[in-house]
């Protein structure tokens, strides 16, 4: 059965930033991450998946593990993985949804240490994070979740890796993955520690203006009546996105990072007021994102600014009451 097409991220109707900074994640996963907060009905979900439908096809090997054919044999032992190598196939980025009530099991998978003592060999159930290796992890919610889950998805997005431990019995295996993270404000605040672990964080909320306001009631409905033929009127924007993504993807390791440029990211940093260095260190990487993405090797001023919006909003110390991103903190 023909699978139904996702609402095209190109058509979704403003969004400037957010759109940007899922763009950006998708380019350098030592992003780690976006957080998306906003009120409901503000295209959030809807730009996940409309943007893993433009990210280019890969290869990987058929499995749990979601291994490209060239990582394959490094991990094949370790993760108990049949040999010869299955035949790899071609695939799109997925979306993993992670849902709220996931304990810790289920997100880094198991060990069965039933198994481990009797028979003497390690038996592993993989979990979410094994699933979204390679794909997006998309997150609704994210401040509902327990703060310890939360810690762990956040430590195998700056790491890339999931190792579990019971028992003195350990196993690790791949997990890169984009996180994406969203929530509303209304119903809880994340813990300072944790936003600081997010390498990105925009503030969406309904627009404004009246004639964008209309243009959403109308692409809505032109969607749903037919969502085949919205698609394909999208169709040259997204490939053109698409490509575009690629390009800004191979050039970011090339992207001249100069001592000008640390020099105004730690002095920017410091007049922030933020805790720590993470600040630092995600700016520099956004805005080497961000110079990739507009084509060029070199970080320009408007890179760096624009890297600072992205990147230190939440992480600035706030009086009590005062919400991300309010008077001062842009």
Known sequence: MAQRPVYPFCAIVGQQEMKLALILA?????????????????AKSTAVRGLAALLPEHQE????????????????????????????????????????????????GTLDMETALREGRRRFEPGLLAAAHRAILYVDEVNLLDDHVVDLLLDSAAMGVN?????????????????????NPEEGELRPQLLDRFGLCVTVGGEDDPDKRIE????????????????????????????????ATELVKEVHIDDE????????????????????????????TLAAWNGRTDITADDLSQAARLVLPHRMRRRPLESVGGPGQA
């Not at 998708?26 to 503000?42: A, F």
């Not at 409905?221 to 690629?246: C, K, N």
């Open 26 to 42: 998708t380019i350098s996963p030592d992003l780690s991450g976006v957080l998306i907060r906003g009120e409901k009905g503000t």
């Open 61 to 108: 090997v058929p499995g749990a593990y979601h291994l490209s054919p060239e990582k394959y044999p490094a991990h094949a032992a370790e993760l108990g993985l049949p040999e010869p190598m299955p035949e790899p196939r071609t695939v799109q980025v997925p979306v993993v949804e992670l849902p709220v009530g996931a304990t810790e099991d289920r997100v880094t």
């Open 163 to 183: 190792t579990v431990e019971r028992e003195g019995v350990s196993i690790t295996h791949p997990a890169r993955f984009t996180l994406v993270g969203t929530m």
């Open 216 to 247: 959403v009631i109308r692409r809505r409905p032109a969607f749903e009546d037919d969502p085949a033929g919205f698609s394909r009127t999208w169709e040259q924007e997204g490939h053109t996105l698409s490509e575009r993504i690629v390009r």
């Open 261 to 288: 440029t640390l020099m105004t990211v730690a002095r920017t940093c410091i007049n922030a007021h933020v805790d720590g260095h993470r600040a630092d260190i995600m700016m520099v990487r956004a805005a080497r």
